[in-house]
């Protein structure tokens, strides 16, 4: 029996094994990402640390498959979903780590913090919303267009810029400029949180038997871009507007967070609701601050027009 390094010295000397060795070490030498990765390290890397590595790059050539033009994560088609090759010089040895692309990185922030609040949760509809299908029929509607779609192509992580409080009466698309402008934020890799916030107070509540509350608050303080949902709609108590609506915009305003709102009320409405807790209390003074944070926080937008859910 002849053996195996005569057998395979015999094939690598084999014309057509030769060949198609020649022809794949072209392919990957001609792949624009290796190239620039043996530009970078070409005082380290010779010849021969190339020729032993061979396989080890054309994996990586074959591993990506255009990540800059993916969508999103749905559409990845990297062998290993999600993840993108790197290729490392470490001593003498190529190598490829598989890092976590910002896609991935922003599903996996996303189920989290679906996973730790359940309010997060909004209708279909809302998750698939997207500026081209935002009817412009009015003046309000307009400036809140304007607003939103500068807002979603000029913000970048970490700057200071204010959001929309959108007001007006039931069905005429606040929530859905809300989730349009998330969409649109998403495409750029940037996370955003959209809460329910009757339901989330409802949640809040309920946290305090199973130690999670502060757990969840922190979550929702720290939110890169955090949208209240249908504020105003809620049963407030002293408790829900204080100690967590009142401690998550006091947060956001000290640290300069953007955060959007919805609501069937304008200003003065929504600081009469704050004012009157479920056992008929009156505290002007703190509604007036709960409104001070909303203020500095939002730029108030009436919406107008037919209630669209029933169009």
């Given at each position: 029996?002849?053996?195996?390094?005569k057998?395979?010295?015999?094939?690598?000397?084999?014309p057509?094994?030769?060949?198609?060795?020649?022809?794949?070490?072209?392919?990957?030498?001609?792949?624009?990402?290796?190239?620039?990765?043996?530009?970078?390290?070409?005082?380290?890397?010779?010849?021969?640390?190339?020729?032993?590595?061979?396989?080890?790059?054309?994996?990586?050539?074959?591993?990506?498959?255009?990540?800059?033009?993916?969508?999103?994560?749905?559409?990845?088609?990297?062998?290993?979903?999600?993840?993108?090759?790197?290729l490392?010089?470490?001593?003498?040895?190529?190598?490829?780590?598989?890092?976590?692309?910002?896609?991935?990185?922003?599903?996996?922030e996303?189920?989290?913090?679906?996973?730790l609040?359940?309010?997060?949760?909004?209708?279909?509809?809302?998750?698939?919303?997207?500026?081209?299908d935002?009817?412009?029929?009015?003046?309000?509607?307009?400036?809140?267009?304007?607003?939103?779609?500068?807002?979603?192509?000029?913000?970048?992580?970490?700057?200071?810029?204010?959001?929309?409080?959108?007001?007006?009466?039931?069905g005429?698309?606040?929530?859905?400029?809300?989730?349009?402008?998330?969409?649109?934020?998403?495409?750029?890799?940037?996370?955003?949180?959209?809460?329910?916030?009757?339901?989330?107070?409802?949640?809040?509540?309920?946290?305090?038997g199973d130690?999670?509350?502060?757990?969840?608050?922190?979550?929702?303080?720290?939110?890169r871009?955090?949208?209240?949902?249908?504020?105003?709609?809620?049963?407030?108590?002293?408790?829900?507007?204080?100690?967590?609506?009142?401690?998550?915009l006091?947060?956001?305003?000290?640290?300069?967070?953007?955060?959007?709102?919805?609501?069937?009320?304008?200003?003065?409405?929504?600081?009469?609701?704050?004012?009157?807790?479920?056992?008929?209390?009156?505290?002007?003074?703190?509604?007036?601050?709960?409104?001070?944070?909303?203020?500095?926080?939002?730029v108030?937008?009436?919406?107008?027009?037919?209630?669209?859910?029933?169009?």
């Amino acid at each position: 029996m002849e053996r195996i390094n005569k057998t395979l010295s015999r094939l690598s000397n084999s014309p057509d094994f030769r060949q198609r060795y020649d022809d794949l070490k072209s392919e990957v030498l001609a792949n624009p990402d290796i190239q620039s990765f043996l530009n970078a390290n070409q005082e380290r890397i010779t010849d021969g640390l190339i020729e032993s590595h061979l396989m080890k790059l054309y994996e990586y050539m074959s591993q990506t498959k255009n990540c800059k033009d993916c969508r999103d994560l749905g559409h990845c088609k990297n062998m290993m979903q999600g993840y993108q090759p790197e290729l490392v010089l470490e001593r003498n040895t190529i190598g490829i780590h598989y890092r976590p692309c910002p896609s991935k990185v922003l599903h996996d922030e996303r189920k989290k913090t679906e996973r730790l609040i359940k309010s997060i949760y909004v209708p279909k509809e809302i998750l698939q919303a997207s500026f081209a299908d935002f009817s412009l029929d009015s003046p309000g509607r307009i400036h809140a267009f304007e607003y939103a779609e500068q807002f979603a192509s000029s913000y970048e992580p970490g700057s200071a810029m204010k959001g929309l409080y959108l007001y007006g009466s039931f069905g005429i698309g606040k929530s859905y400029l809300l989730g349009a402008i998330a969409n649109q934020l998403a495409e750029k890799e940037i996370s955003s949180l959209i809460v329910y916030v009757p339901e989330f107070l409802r949640e809040m509540k309920q946290s305090l038997g199973d130690q999670t509350l502060n757990e969840k608050l922190e979550a929702v303080k720290n939110a890169r871009i955090l949208m209240l949902d249908d504020i105003g709609a809620e049963a407030m108590s002293s408790w829900t507007r204080d100690e967590i609506l009142g401690s998550i915009l006091q947060f956001r305003m000290h640290e300069q967070l953007p955060t959007f709102f919805t609501s069937n009320f304008d200003f003065k409405g929504l600081e009469h609701h704050l004012t009157y807790t479920q056992r008929g209390e009156e505290e002007k003074m703190k509604a007036a601050r709960i409104m001070e944070r909303i203020r500095y926080l939002a730029v108030p937008v009436k919406l107008d027009g037919p209630n669209r859910r029933h169009s």
